[in-house]
């Protein structure tokens, strides 16, 4: 089982990441699998913020001008 999101930083494919949280054991997977649909939902935007954090972490390090920072 695994809940995952993905984000592009630039235009291309250059800079792709990926964060996301994967079972790893049989219990970790019942776990995973016994979420309900709201509460993926709720996973889902937590690895949401934790892409946004990263962005903003390593933004200042692509190649060209960095894009402006949401507040």
Known sequence: MEIARERFLDDTSTY???????????????????????ERAQVSAAIVRALDEVERIVRNHLPGPAAPQAP
């Not at 792709?16 to 709201?38: E, K, M, P, V, Y």
């Open 16 to 38: 792709h990441l990926s964060a996301g949280i994967r079972s790893r054991s049989t219990a970790a997977h019942s776990l995973l699998s016994a979420l309900t649909d709201d």
